[in-house]
């Protein structure tokens, strides 16, 4: 179950809404209280374009529980264009090889579900090679 | 100030041990430790573990392991830093000798695994990540250790089988310890056409996770019993670093900054520079954490450490002997459990114990064990005493 | 006394013009050629209505793909999502049974919390029913801008001839103001009766149809009724039009109901995507008017006509303005979705839609 912490972090997840820190300017993902840049309080919102390159990736094959049934699923490091590194799947990928370096775009899909589909779906970001030229 | 000795080693082989309880495993490795000491007292007992509280569904193992191992109403309880527990455990019982607070401290690592199945298992040891913006992805320990490796092949430009060489070590040594989970030798062949588990990452390049219980009797020299059979081996050195819980968050992931901190502060303590040390048991529960703890370290250059293992250079009578009883690749990686294995393993080869696998001469020890990939990093240093 | 007539009994128009503002579509990448059903069920290859469908991937649903065409809308829209005062999604496919689809799409694209957020259900016109709510909606007064999303990850029994071509994709409308749209809505007109042509019952799985009689009876009957009404009440005809776009069970359907209100297979052709997406139910007809859309001129004049069992059309005339040049290009147009494709094999296809018994 565990409604309340997936719901209390939902616009972050569903959309990569972040933090702009006021003394710093910094873009941080995920919101944290205190700027990991200057020390400053941080609490600005602010949203991220969603575009970003693969810093790197693993096809993940084995995967824990909860997770079994949508494998092989890829999990990259995604290096977002304002700055900070996000960890995410990379879907979408039909045959395109991944690599380092590829641009990568954010789209929000399903990133967990109760095999037995009684629970609440968990959806969230995840990446996609850029689909526009 | 006093030195703090350890007078006591004790453990069980890690394995699949279903008849065995968590608090059997325990009691038994306990026991070889006390027994190991001359049946020295301790004042208390420090645990480390990870999984107990999940998945044994049992917390408060301080007040579970002094009832049945019967050491009375003493103060204990557990420690956790991920995969570095056990470390963390034998920390804190140095620091309670240090401060004059306890005279002789009983260590305990121990973890279960075994009990549930492997991806209900592995779903648990995801706690060791950032869970909600790691493990909630998808990602778990040995995808983090695959995301590592993928950089770290990407930016020095090496083939997939870079880091062969650290199992094929690590599987050669267990062939020599009766304790270890894989006694069986590893060829490149097999290496090369292993399946993947996180590509790049392969089924050699992540230690198997095991049940395993390893305890410790530390006290002061001076409170070891009249005509103690064993050659003195001392705990000169702690420390204990960490860096961001998530990769991340980290500038360069592939840095191990904390391995760093961590092995330069504990060999400083010990007033030894870390290229003295004559026997590294470093983490390597994935071979590419072995590499880059390597490089962290200033063993090797950024990018070259796989050529020590290719090169033979961690081998017993080599240059820097390491893993030497199969690490965690062979050994097994009982996880919590795992800190208090290297020390064994250390006071082993100081001792001159550690059978054909023994280090000629060796004097100091190097000990390394991580929460996660370096989110945690705890060393310590050990020597043995010259005798007259 | 002698209550004055205020509104045509049959034509919905608004007082104040309304439009589209923004569009968006949403295909899925994976695509299951009809030949690959057919091997299956017949040992041929042939006899599939389509060359294939769009399927969607393991990590999508109706929520996850409105999100996207909704993003797509907003881009064309160019407005700030707290202007939104509806997000409304009609889908057979909600994800739940019981909790809106729309507050997550809502929430997604960073809608404000004082909107409307109900979820639609009429089978495959439950997004042109959405539509005309909106249109209502902006066209009172009470909203500047709404949002109506016709969805599906549609479901076909395997083996049934609806596994052709139960497909997913779909397309969201951000309605708004006749003088911002790129598409001004002149009227619509819906046509409903009691015809059980096609229905699910809760619980159940994969729908039930009544086969040859969800032709005559149903699609056509509606679909004609509703389009010659709105013709004739507009005083129209079709050839006043460029474009028309019916909703597509399969090819043969909608060309045919063309052709009997007198259109062209040209003024068809365009938005009739069903060879290559397949039916995707509630985004059909929708899905197919984001195509024309991304390739109408100004003054072109469009019919939408969408059908849903059980049974219903909503049929809508629009005037493309030029504003349509100037906006389309911000964001992926329908044919770049349709080229974004990767084709899988039945194995991988049940697995997708989860028709695979995983105990």
Known sequence: MENPRHWRLNKQRYALVGEVC??????????????????????????????????????MRDAPAGYEHNTPYTVAIVALDEGPMVTAQLTDLGSEKVEIGMPVEMVTRKIREDVEKKGMIIYGYKFRPVMQG | ?????????????????????????????????????????????????????????????????????????????????????????LRVAYLAILSGYADTVAVLGVEKWSDVTREEADALLSQELD????????????????????????????????????????????????????????????????????????????????????????????????NFPHPIVRLLGSSVSVDAL????????????????????????????????????????????????????????????????????????????????????????????????????????????????????????????????????????????ETR | MENKQTTNTKLLRTNRKTGIVGYGAYIPRYRLPGSEVAMVWTGSEKGSPVKEKAVAGLDEDVITMSIEAARNALLRADIDPCELRAVWIGSESHPYAVKPSGTVVAEAIGASNNIQSGDWEFACKAGSEAMVAAVAMVGSGMANYALAIGMDTAQGKPSDALEYTAGSGGAAYIIGPAEESVAEIEASYSFVSDTPDF?????QKYPEHGQRFTGDPAYFHHIESAGRTLLEELGAKASDFTYAIFHQPNPKFPMKAGKDLGFTEEQIKPGLLVPVIGNTYAGSSLVGLSAVLDIAKPGDRILL????????????????????????????????YIARRTEINYATYTRFRGKIDMG
């Open chain 2, 131 to 226: 869970y909600d913006y790691e493990a909630i992805p998808g990602l778990n320990s040995a995808g983090e250790a695959g995301l590592l490796m993928q950089r770290y092949l990407y930016e020095y430009n090496l083939p997939k089988d870079a880091l062969a060489g650290f199992p094929i070590q690590a599987h050669a040594n267990a062939l020599n310890n009766p304790n270890a989970l894989l006694r069986k030798s590893l060829t490149a062949e097999t290496y090369a056409s292993a399946p993947m588990l996180s590509d790049p990452l392969n089924l050699y390049d992540g230690a198997a996770y095991a049940d395993g219980a390893a305890a410790l009797i530390l006290t002061r020299r001076e409170l070891l019993p009249k």
């Open chain 3, 199 to 203: 229905w699910r019952r809760p619980e």
């Open chain 2, 246 to 385: 998530s990769l991340h968050d980290r500038r360069d992931p592939l840095a191990f900054n904390a391995v760093k901190t961590a092995v330069e502060s504990a060999a400083l303590q010990a007033g030894i520079m870390p290229v003295y040390t004559d026997v590294f048991e470093l983490d390597d529960s994935f071979s590419i954490y072995a590499a880059l703890t390597l490089e962290a370290c200033g063993f090797a250059e950024k990018g070259t450490a796989w050529q020590m293992a290719r090169d033979g250079l961690l081998a017993p009578g080599a240059k820097l002997p390491a893993m030497t009883m199969g690490g965690c690749k062979a050994r097994g990686n009982p996880i919590g459990a795992k800190g208090v294995y290297q020390a064994v393993e250390a006071v082993q080869q100081l001792r001159g114990a550690a059978g054909p696998n023994q280090v000629k001469n060796a004097r100091i020890a190097l000990t390394l064990a991580l929460g996660g990939p370096a989110s945690t990093a705890i060393a310590h240093v050990f020597d043995r005493v």
């Open chain 2, 1 to 89: 100030m006093t030195d703090v000795v350890v007078a006591g080693i004790g453990q069980i082989p890690v394995g699949d041990h279903y008849s065995l309880s968590l608090r059997s495993m325990g009691v038994q490795a306990l026991n070889k430790a006390l027994h190991d000491s001359g049946d020295l007292k301790p004042d208390a007992l420090y645990i480390g573990n990870l999984l107990g509280s999940t998945l044994s569904h049992q917390a408060n193992l301080g007040a579970l392991f002094t009832d049945y191992a019967r050491l009375g109403h003493i103060e204990a309880y557990t420690t956790e830093a991920a995969g570095a527990s056990g470390a963390a455990a």
């Open chain 3, 305 to 336: 006509v969408s059908f849903g069992s059980g049974a219903g059309s909503d049929a809508f005339a629009l005037t493309v303005t030029d504003r349509i040049t100037s906006r389309r290009n911000s964001a992926p147009t329908t044919a770049e």
């Open chain 1, 22 to 59: 006021p003394h710093c300017e910094a873009k941080i993902f995920p919101p944290r209280d205190v700027c990991p840049e200057c020390g400053g309080e941080a609490k600005n919102r602010f949203g991220f374009s969603g575009k970003g390159k693969v810093f790197s990736y693993t096809i």
